[in-house]
């Protein structure tokens, strides 16, 4: 079945430095999502991509989809307190319900 | 307030104890999930429900028993659990299926928090 393969597990960054997850499938994805857990909450919705190529920004946070629709990146720049957390990609398509196994985003001040 | 609610939010039972976990959502959405996610397995799924049937179950230990009475509620009646089945115990919604794929955004609620003696 459909699996996408996150990376990396984990990332330590000073903040104000940039962050950047990968996220890569073996199967083309009719979309891609993106989720963001804080420590002791649950996944919530950042955003989806659909097209080909296609780049989405929400304020500091940068999102784009291959040209190939089988990878994936999320690029914060300039991180803050604000942005530690766990960052899913889950794919779409005949088994659109799989995560990532998410990078863990540890920011130190 | 993400529009899932669960209960209890904290849950400790013993290996022999009978005890149901409860998810409500009120955004209208037909379709439900649960997941489990754990140290070693972030965010794995366990049960689909589309329409209030059930569309996947991927090979859950029959000690997991899900059930979907309406569009808006979900179970998942838990019995004999063993310590390793402790984890946080996530809910979710979504508008359903789009051609057959599951496309939807997913709605998640807060977990319950659930640990096996």
């Known amino acids: 079945g459909q699996q ?8 330590h960054v000073q903040e104000g430095e940039d962050f950047t997850t990968y996220c890569n499938s073996s199967t083309t994805l009719s979309n891609i999502q993106w989720y963001k857990q804080r420590p002791g909450g649950h996944p919530v919705f950042l ?39 766990t960052y899913f990609c889950k794919g779409g398509g005949a088994d659109g319900l799989t ?8 920011i130190q001040p | 307030e993400t529009g ?11 290996m022999t104890n009978k005890k149901s976990l409860k998810c409500e959502q009120h955004l209208g959405h037909n379709a439900m999930y649960w997941y489990k996610q754990s ?3 972030p965010l794995e799924l366990m049960f689909v429900y589309s329409l209030e049937e ?4 991927n090979s859950v230990p029959s000690r997991f028993s899900p059930e979907c009475p309406n569009s808006s509620h979900l179970f998942l009646h838990l019995h004999t659990l063993q310590p390793e089945d402790s984890a946080l115990y996530l809910c979710a919604s979504s508008q359903g299926l789009a051609g057959g794929s599951f496309t939807g955004e ?5 977990g319950s928090r659930l640990t096996v003696l």
Do not use: W
């Open chain 2, 54 to 57: 059930r569309v996947e179950n």
């Open chain 1, 99 to 106: 995560f990532g196994k998410g990078t863990h985003l540890i």
């Open chain 2, 4 to 14: 899932v609610t669960q209960t209890p939010r904290h849950l400790v039972m013993g």
């Open chain 2, 39 to 41: 140290a070693k397995k």
């Open chain 1, 4 to 11: 996408v393969m996150q990376i990396p597990q984990y990332q």
């Open chain 1, 47 to 85: 955003i989806q991509l659909v097209k080909s190529g296609e780049v989405k920004k929400q304020k500091r946070l940068t999102f784009q989809f291959g040209e190939a629709k089988k990878n994936s990146s999320l690029h914060i720049t300039a991180t803050q307190t604000t942005d530690v957390g």
């Open chain 2, 106 to 110: 997913l709605f998640f609620g807060e």
